[in-house]
């Protein structure tokens, strides 16, 4: 059901660089790297999301193309690490339509940990996901997210997140494979 995850690594001027077979994602990181857009379903109702520093810097950049609200087109869910995307308690997550040559940022999650996954349930039309959470002293929890019309929730440790058991859905995202 998930698309194909993919992973950039940087060349020697630090850019990352994507499998030539996937042109879109070399533009994914060009959007991601001039401004996030608010939701093109209520562009009306939904603030824009604010411009964020280019990600030049990314050591990998993890992606997975599903249909999450239903219009049977995929949308990518995409992680950068490393750049300044990650801290201690994980790394950003973006979920971005793409639409052709058009690409708009519709969520950015922050302090996400592998696995994410998609869950059955849906929350405004839109396929609820799920991160991973490490706290100190406790084993890690699953924690879902819904969308709210206009983006999913940018911090997982803060309500209206809940916890779900850790073998819910499917891994959209995983570790990444040495070698």
């Known amino acids: ?3 194909a995850a993919e992973e950039a690594r940087p060349d020697r001027s630090g850019v990352p660089r ?3 077979a996937r042109p879109l994602a070399a533009a994914i990181v060009a959007a991601l790297s001039v401004t996030l857009t608010g939701c093109a379903a209520a562009a009306e109702t939904c603030e824009p999301l604010d411009v ?15 249909d999450l ?13 490393g750049g300044g995307w990650c801290g201690s308690g994980g790394c950003t997550m973006f979920v971005a339509k793409v639409r052709g040559e058009q690409i708009e940022v ?27 959470q490490y706290f100190v002293g406790k084993p890690p929890e699953l924690k879902r ?26 891994a959209i995202l995983d570790q990444p494979q040495a070698g």
């Open 145 to 170: 997210l819904q969308f709210d019309g206009c983006r999913y929730p940018l911090n997982p440790s803060m309500p209206p997140t809940t916890p779900v058991p850790p073998d819910s859905g499917e």
């Open 106 to 132: 519709i969520s950015r999650t922050t302090i996400t940990a592998l696995p994410i996954r998609v869950l059955e349930t849906r929350t405004n039309g839109w396929r609820d996901l799920a991160v991973t």
């Open 52 to 66: 964020y520093p280019d990600l030049s810097t990314v050591e990998r950049l993890q992606s997975a193309d599903l």
């Open 69 to 81: 609200d239903g219009d049977g087109i995929d949308e990518r869910v995409l992680r950068p690490a």
């Open 1 to 3: 059901m998930a698309g």
């Open 18 to 20: 994507l499998n030539r």
